[in-house]
């Protein structure tokens, strides 16, 4: 049985670990444009805070009509944005946005690198962005990935000041600047550099925009006309960039594609000018390169040999092209270049390397059994010296037969040591403006490099290769097909918690249902709550015994508040499983949207315990929910103890409303339910009829009616950000504040991330607005919650983040959203 070693990856290795990632799908045509991309030397850096920032149209221009190697920094994984595909929130929606943005570079042919930022939210300021992220903190990042990534030219997508309209962009500006300045000083975090140099790129640039009536473009500024068209592809650059940005499907940012002429417009913000291209003053072209006159001479020799039909013939000049780069003294050009003309060999030769695990999931110190396929799809004379499985070598040569597919089964042991596939950023506990990094060569990546991987090492035409496959677990559908997902490093047992939030308004207790899952056999151990002192658990530390992989139980854990309910308490319970002297505290969570690789994240195994003095009304307690974009307000209301329906088309159209107490409306689902159109009279003559509609927030354009309520208002993009900011009574005796719950400020503390988004005004005077709330230095905004009588029936619209609070476990919005949704007194 062979060992997998465990390792410390090397800086080089993290940085190139994409190549790792899948063979190369390139055709004919991709191929040449790979060469030429190849005979390429130049670099730009793209600067925003968000996924979905970029400009795709020039990322996608820079990356293929002009070969540079482009990338996007992303200073946040987009996870405070909102979600129209799924209820993903916070940590979930970030890794589904990361993924989303490593579907569109793999389109426009850019890199994707993030920083320890943290999305937390709308921010109207820079200042109040860099409390959350940290400014020191957030510029190293962007030096050390200067550093990293060397570019010649840098390009802001935002100014550095109010008219970047979000705080966040504002910050990304501001940053970009002084990284640009401090990149290449060595007194700058000098800790850097025992791993990279110090860096001075050539200028940076603020590509200006025209968005609504935000036009920062003028006639004097630099522009380059990117509506190019690439014959050899069949299909326009604003095709490839509508491609691109149509991977954001999160934030429903579905375009169509533009054709023809598009002129992009720059602002040189420190640096030269340039006049003629954005490289101006910088040698993209080998001959700036000491020691590469045989690199131009082969790749040219190349160029002039290839045939679109026979790509194989130019591997011998590809591996005399090899030869010549490794000989190059700038390590990382010579590192880089080499993966490139690596991948050109495989591709050109039709080698197709695989490495597949016989199962989705391993624990540390299992064995692993590890299938590789090799083919030689070209009349190359190619041999597989050997495999390394994670460092171990395994040794036979065989010659690879041309289109004969070779395939081998190996057996390994998994360290002891292996971490499990927790992202890199998700290990610790984190604020919420930042998350925490336990390597600093690990700052930047998209993604965890691959700890278990297949190297072949190959022999073409004589000259050793060698390339990396990630161990990945292959499976069929019958509908989508062979699926590849990666291979998962599990605890030997995980513990879900059944409900995010758990409501105790009494001293009646409550039972946890926890459910464990083994990936291994022989599973035994003690189950532990730890509890907030707050409550008490009846029956803690059960036993439990899982025989084999895959098996589950599921236990129940009796908890009571300790005192009376007579104030609110909002804490977090912990689940910890001991298994052979060691504690393990995580859950698992797959996410599995379909468009993007599966995700498999380990969150920490907890609960939120909530004790409020909280009063329902109803006769039935019965609630109808219409679900917009997503949100987990539902399973919250079960909570609370009402009895929810989740209302189909149907429902809405044929079915008898009278016997919801309630109906609620999801997040932006007159934005996302087109049926809603057609249901709104009867939704209205619900209320008329004595119901209470409660409506929440919905985005001011794209709306499917303009008649949401009974009487006009208006939606708008006002927001209130800070979620401490103080709330004023503005109609203290207003029932919606007093029945049956007594609404006090004190019900507005421990809000998360806002107090909400899409306020509205203009309302018709039947409206009431028992609220207001202000930002920092702005105006007060009563718009946030506005509520009127119609005919026998009360109808609401919140702009309040019910969607968040709730599933927080905020004591306060529980109460205040029971009286939205209750009756008429």
Known sequence: MRKIASFLLPLLFLELFAFAQQNPEWEAAKIKLRLEKLNTIGRVLYIAAHPDDENTGLLSYLSNEKKYRTAYLSLTRGDGGQNLVGDEQGQYLGLMRTEEQLAARHIDGAEEFFSHALDFGFSKTAVETFQFWGHQRILADVVWIIRKFRPDVIICRFPADKRAGHGNHWASAILAHEAFNEAGDPTKFPEQLKYVKPWQAKRILWNTYHFGSMNTTSPDQ???????????????????????????????????????????????????????????????????????????????????????????????????????????????????????????????????????????????????????????????????????????????????????????????????????????????????????????????????????????????????????????????????????????????????????????????????????????????GTAHIQAPSQFSVENNDQSFDLQHTGDEAVMHFTVVPADPVTSSVSDTLTVHLKVDGKDYDRGIRIISPGYIPTITVFPFATTKLVAVPLKLSGKNRSIGYIIGAGDKVPQALEQMGYRVKMLSDNDLSNGDLRQYDAIVVGIRAYNTRNSLKYVQPRLLNYVKEGGTLLVQYNKNFGLVTDNLGPYPFEVTTHRITDETSPVNFLLPDDPILNFPNKISKNDFNGWVQERGVYFVENADPHYRKPLSMQDPDEVALDGGLIVCDYGKGKYVYSGLDFFRELPAGVPGAFRLFANLIAGKE
């Not at 691959?450 to 072949?456: G, N, Q």
Request: hydrophobic share 35%; charged share 20%; glycine share 8%.
């Open 222 to 524: 630099f522009r380059i006309n990117t509506g190019v068209y690439y014959p050899l592809l069949g299909i326009g650059n604003g095709e490839l960039a509508a491609e691109s940005r149509s991977m954001n499907k999160t934030q429903g940012f579905g375009v169509s594609p533009d054709y023809g002429d598009r002129w992009e417009y720059f602002e040189t913000i420190a640096g030269t000018k340039p006049e003629h291209s954005l490289m101006d003053g910088v040698n993209t072209s080998w001959s700036g390169v000491t020691g590469s006159d045989e690199v131009q001479t082969l790749i040219n020799e190349a160029m002039h040999q290839y045939k679109t039909d026979d790509p194989g013939s130019i591997v011998p000049v590809l591996l005399e092209i090899r030869s010549a780069i490794g000989k190059i003294a700038d390590t990382s050009l010579r590192n880089y270049k080499l993966k490139e003309t690596d991948q050109l060999i495989l591709a050109c030769s039709g080698i197709l390397l695989n490495a597949y695990a016989a199962q989705p999931y391993i624990v540390a110190g299992q064995d692993l059994e590890v299938q590789t396929q090799a083919i030689n799809r070209s009349n190359i004379r190619i041999t597989l010296e050997s495999v390394d499985i994670s460092g171990k070598n395994e040794e036979g040569k065989e010659t690879l037969e041309y289109n004969v597919l070779m395939t081998k089964t190996y057996n390994a042991t998994v360290p002891g040591t292996t971490p499990i596939s927790q992202p890199y950023w998700l290990i610790e506990k984190h604020p919420a403006g930042y998350y925490k990094i336990p390597d600093q060569r690990l700052v930047g990546l998209p993604e965890n490099p691959p700890v278990l991987t297949a190297t072949f090492h190959l022999k073409i035409d004589g000259q050793p290769l060698s390339i990396s496959r990630r161990i990945v677990y292959k499976h069929t559908d019958p509908v989508r097909g062979q699926i590849l997902d990666p291979l998962v490093v599990t605890p030997p047992v995980t513990a879900n918690v059944q409900n995010g939030v758990y409501i105790f308004t009494s001293l009646s207790p409550q039972q946890i249902e926890i459910t464990l899952k083994s990936y291994r056999d022989q599973v035994k």
